[in-house]
Structure formats: C-alpha cells, structure tokens
C-alpha cells in the first residue's frame, strides 16, 4: 500500500512536472517568437529606412549633378552673350569710328575745297582788279571814256530788257557807282526806264570812286548789276574757264 501510493504520488510529481516544464518551454518558445518577430519588425523598419536614406541620397546626388550641369550651361550661356555683346559694341565702336573718321575726311576735303574757291575766287578777283587796271593803263583817256560808253550803254540795254518782276524789290533811289559823272541823258535813260518798270518815282545818288576801273554799278536796293570792267574781266575769265573745262 504505502509503496504504491509512493508509486503514485511520484507519478503525480512526474507528471506535474512535466505539465510545467511543457508550459514553460512553450512559454520561452512563445517569447522567443515575440522577440524575433520584434527583431524582425525592428530589421524591416530600418531596411525600410536604409532604403529610404538610399533613395534619398541617390536623388539628392541626381540634383546635385543637374543644378551642376545647369550652372556650368549657364555660364557658357552668359559667356556666349557677353561674347556677343561684345563683338556688337565692337562693331558698334568700328562703325562709329569709321563714321567719325569719314566724317573728319569729308569735312576736311570740304574745306579743302572752300579754301580752293576762296582761292580760286581771290585770284580772280585780283586778276580782274589787275587787269582792269592794266585796261585802264593802256587804253588810255580817250579809250578810257569810249569804254565807259560802251559798258554804261550795254547796262542801260540790260536794264530795258530785263523782267519788271526783277527789280520788284523796294528801293526808292538808285545809287550808281562809276569813276565820273554820268551825262545827264544817261542818268535821265536810267531813271526812266526803272520808273516805269517799278511803277513809282525814283532819285539818283551817284557815288564817284577814282580808283573805279570803269563802266558802272546800278544798286537798286537788294539788288546789284554790275557793269564795271572788273567784272566784265571776271565774267571773259569765267568762259574761259568753261571753255578750257
């Protein structure tokens, strides 16, 4: 009796302690699960991570290599424009210093060819006092007052023909310009013909020069006809130079 109740009760002790020694390996098992899932879960987050910083990091070095390749486009972009910019203002500077340079050469030839008819002018000028001189010389008296004749009378004739709207400026006197008096029929000729053209009276004012070649000078207000030897040897030398041209 007391050894199978031994029996038994060793048994029962067994078998308790198998049940818990069971429980607690399932327990530990249970635990160990839980703490790799953990694991597992704690890996996956960071991989997750991992990743994400990867992906990241590859487009943040993608960025860098564009904002790159943009800044290095846009300086040879600037540099082609301040290139450009540059041959322009050149171009610009070339022309305006041909312009200024043309300008300069023009101007000089001008006035090359201002002095050389200022010249041109002067000699004449002086060949005409010279030579009126030189008429006035040799012809001597009595030629001197045919001269005077011919030219007073080839003026009067060039007053008569001329058109009324010639001698339409305003002047009430007419001023003659000769070496000597005129005679009275010429000075009354004179008067008369340009009465009638301007249509008004009209008076006389000679004014005698002796260094006056000869012929006459009309001045009817504005307006000068000259009928004196000089420039009777101005106009001779101005066909010549025509003739000759």
Do not use: C, W
């Amino acid at each position: 009796m007391t050894m199978t109740f031994i029996a038994g009760f060793l048994l029962v002790q067994i078998l308790v302690f198998a049940v818990v020694i069971i429980f607690l390996r399932r327990l530990m098992v249970k635990d160990t699960l839980s703490a790799v899932n953990r694991l597992k879960l704690v890996d996956d987050e960071n991989a997750e991570r991992l990743s994400e910083m990867k992906t990241k990091i590859e487009e943040a070095e993608e960025e860098y290599r564009r904002k790159i390749k943009q800044t290095a486009e846009d300086v040879r972009q600037q540099r082609e424009e301040a290139k450009k910019e540059l041959e322009e203002e050149r171009g610009k500077m070339l022309a305006k210093a041909r312009e200024e340079s043309d300008r300069i050469v023009s101007g000089a030839k001008k006035l090359e060819a201002k002095a050389t008819q200022r010249m041109a002018m002067e000699v004449e000028a002086r060949a005409a006092v010279v030579g009126a001189e030189l008429v006035r010389i040799f012809v001597g008296t009595r030629m001197e007052k045919g001269l005077d004749e011919q030219l007073i009378g080839e003026l009067i004739e060039e007053i008569r023909a001329m058109d009324a709207g010639r001698v339409s400026v305003d002047f009430d006197e007419i001023g003659i310009v000769s070496r000597s008096p005129l005679s009275s029929a010429h000075k009354t000729e004179i008067k008369n013909i340009l009465e009638k053209k301007t249509g008004r009276k009209l008076s006389l004012k000679e004014d005698l020069k002796k260094d006056f070649a000869g012929g006459i000078i009309l001045k009817l207000g504005s307006l000068i006809l000259d009928g004196s030897v000089e420039n009777r040897i101005k106009e001779a030398a101005g066909m010549l130079k025509k003739g000759n041209s």
